[in-house]
């Protein structure tokens, strides 16, 4: 989500009246590779590149492949394949042994429906899941659209543009399948008329959002981390108690007495972090009655057991569900002593937690690093 920011930013200061430019979107991969499915790339005529679609070993022949999207004026669609051997394929080097698709889309700027015009509009509406299909390959005859076009899919209405009632169906299906798994693929789509549509179905969720509730000056560096990774950042605190250095990096400081204004979503965690042994007690039944999957609990395992203690002599039972959702002691144990490394193991166990890991060593994984799509 950050670098999808960065590309709308960018996009947004180009002079058009100098400037060209194309987006380079991964949309296959298979094997091994630095990035995945998503990876974006806005490349200039001037030579300026923002975004990326490796570690660094591809974004110099992209720049080239950008330009000629640019001097041809349509999409084209490249594969790096750093499998094999061969001294002049891009990317040997970096040793991934994997199959990179790239599609190359020059911008349109008039164009209302380019495609960094369209993510614009997705990331304008706050904390909403949205599909884009992003037509990667056509085969047969094509009335209305064309490789590198992108459809935002709002309903089985908006595929109508395909203009083939076979195609649709089958789309709309494998749309509700990667919905359903919250992950992107690309798709390869054929009707008995003989038209073949390949495309790619991106799911883009909104941006994590953290909730820390409570002023003290550890927030500080736990939102300084976690905006560095592009998630959005929400305090509940008496603005008047918050540092201005805090209050300038978060993206708003909600009084305590308004926090039913904030959107708690399935991508939302909050922590509990007031250094306050009763102020803590009475948010946590306010935070379990939201729909947040992660809630955690600043301090050791023996203070929030001495709050779950009293809540239920209160008569407020914790059920087995919510227990689930409480994280304490908060964080990943990698003998974090610092401000600055405790905020790094409670954002690595947000994140391990919105990814179903467990946060363990990656060389102890035998499964992919990445799921499969």
Not at 214 to 219: C, E, F, P, R
Not at 243 to 254: G, M, P, Q, S, W
Request: glycine share 8%.
């Amino acid at each position: 989500m950050k670098e999808i920011k960065a590309i709308i930013d960018g996009y947004d200061h180009i002079d058009h009246q100098t400037t060209q430019a194309a987006l380079a979107t991964v949309v296959r991969v298979e094997g091994s590779s630095y990035r995945r499915t998503g990876a974006r790339m806005l490349v200039m005529s001037d030579g300026v590149w923002i975004g990326g679609i490796s570690g660094g070993c591809l974004e110099g022949d992209a720049l080239k492949r950008a330009r000629l999207a640019i001097a041809k004026a349509s999409a084209s669609k490249i594969t790096y394949d750093t499998t094999t051997d061969d001294e002049h394929q891009i990317g040997v080097g970096l040793g991934c042994n994997g199959i990179i698709d790239v599609l190359f889309t020059p911008l349109d700027f008039a164009d209302t429906n380019n495609p960094v015009e369209i993510l614009k509009r997705s990331m304008n509406e706050r904390r909403q899941t949205h599909v884009l299909i992003t037509v990667t390959g056509l085969e047969g005859d094509w009335a209305s659209v064309k490789e590198g076009d992108v459809i935002r899919y709002t309903g089985a209405d908006s595929l109508n543009t395909l203009g083939n009632p076979s195609i649709q169906t089958e789309l709309e299906e494998k749309i509700q399948a990667r919905i359903t798994k919250g992950v992107s693929a690309p798709y390869q789509f054929a009707s008995p008329e003989g038209q073949v549509l390949e495309a790619f179905i991106e799911i883009l969720a909104p941006e994590t959002h953290l909730v820390l509730w409570g002023h003290q000056y550890d927030v500080y560096p736990l939102t300084r981390l976690v905006k560095e990774l592009g998630w959005r950042v929400t305090i509940i605190a008496n603005p008047l108690k918050v540092n201005r250095k805090i209050a300038a990096l978060a993206d708003e400081v909600v009084p305590p007495e308004n926090y039913t204004d904030i959107i708690f979503d399935e991508h939302t965690a909050v922590v509990l972090m007031s250094h306050d042994y009763k102020t803590d007690k009475a948010n946590l039944p306010k935070v379990l009655a939201t729909n947040v999957p992660y809630v955690g609990m600043l301090g050791p395992r023996v203070r929030s057991e001495r709050i779950w203690s009293e809540l239920a002599e209160e008569g407020y039972t914790i059920t087995e569900d919510e227990y689930e959702r409480i994280h304490a002691p908060v964080g990943l144990d990698i003998g974090a002593v610092s401000p600055e490394e405790i905020a790094l193991s409670l954002a690595a166990e947000i994140r391990a937690d919105f990814s179903n890991r467990d946060g363990s060593f990656l060389r102890l994984r035998q499964s992919p690093i990445h799921v499969r799509e």
